[in-house]
C-alpha cells in the first residue's frame, strides 16, 4: 500500500455498540490483533537489544524493580491503572482497548521467553530499530482498525481531539513524561529510549492515516 498526499482520515468518536456495527469487521480484528501481536512482539525486540527502553517501558521496568512480577505483567496492570484517566478526556473504550490491555502483556511475556539477548553489538542495534519501527505499524494498524485505542494511546488520540494539537506533538510529549517517571523509579535509560522518543511521533503521525480503515457509511451496511 502506497501513502498519498492527502490530509488524515478522522478517526470516529464511537462507543463500543458502534464500533462493533461500522463496517468492515472481518478486516478490522484481522488488522487489530495484527498489530496487538506486533506491538508486544516489537517491545520484546527493544528488551532484548538493551539499548535503553521505550518510555513506556521504563516505566514498567522501574515498576518491576518495586514488585517481583512478570515484565508483561506489569503491562496489563498498568493499562488498567492509565484507563482511569480517560474519565476526563471522555474517551470510549471498546474491544480494542481491553484486547489492547490483555494481548499486549501475554505477547511480550511470551517473546522475551523466546528471543534470546544477543550479545554482538550491531544485532543489538538492529533489535532496538527494528522494534521501533514494527511498535509505530503495529500502533498504526490496531488504531486505525477503529475498536477504540489502547489504554495508552486512549490518552494520546483523547488529547489530540480535546486540545487540537498535532498526534506528533501530543504522542511525544506524552513519552517525555512517561520517560521522566519511570527514570525516577530506576528503570533502564539508554541510546534507545531517545531514539524512540524522537521517532515514534513522527513515525505514528506519518502511518495512522494509512492504516486507518474507512468506516462504512448507513448505506453500505
Known amino acids: 500500500m502506497t501513502a498519498t498526499v492527502e490530509a488524515p482520515r478522522s478517526l470516529a468518536l464511537l462507543n463500543p455498540i458502534q464500533q462493533l456495527k461500522a463496517g468492515r469487521l472481518p478486516r478490522r480484528l484481522v488488522q487489530l490483533y495484527l498489530g496487538l501481536t506486533l506491538y508486544g512482539a516489537s517491545m520484546g525486540l527493544m528488551i532484548q537489544g538493551n539499548l535503553g527502553l521505550d518510555p513506556w517501558d521504563v516505566l514498567h521496568s522501574g ?3 518495586h514488585l517481583d512480577v512478570s515484565f508483561g505483567t506489569v503491562v496489563i496492570a498498568m493499562s488498567f491503572v492509565v484507563l482511569l484517566a480517560w474519565i476526563p478526556l471522555r474517551q470510549w473504550p471498546g474491544l480494542g482497548t481491553i484486547s489492547n490491555a490483555i494481548v499486549i502483556g501475554l505477547v511480550t511475556d511470551l517473546t522475551l521467553s523466546t528471543v534470546d539477548r544477543p550479545d554482538a553489538l550491531w544485532l543489538r542495534i538492529v533489535f532496538m530499530a527494528s522494534g521501533i519501527v514494527v511498535n509505530a505499524l503495529a500502533g498504526a494498524l490496531y488504531i486505525g482498525a477503529q475498536f477504540g485505542p489502547g ?4 490518552l494520546m488520540t483523547g488529547l489530540v481531539r480535546r486540545t487540537g494539537l498535532s498526534v506528533r506533538l501530543v504522542r511525544t510529549t506524552l513519552e517525555v513524561t512517561v520517560l521522566a517517571i519511570g527514570w525516577l ?26 492504516f486507518t480503515v474507512r468506516l462504512a457509511t448507513a448505506s453500505e451496511r
Open 63 to 65: 515498576i518491576t524493580k
Open 151 to 154: 489504554p495508552r494511546d486512549g
Open 185 to 210: 523509579l530506576g528503570g533502564v535509560v539508554g541510546f534507545g529510549t531517545v531514539a524512540y522518543a524522537l521517532a515514534i511521533g513522527p513515525l505514528v503521525h506519518f502511518l495512522l492515516p494509512i
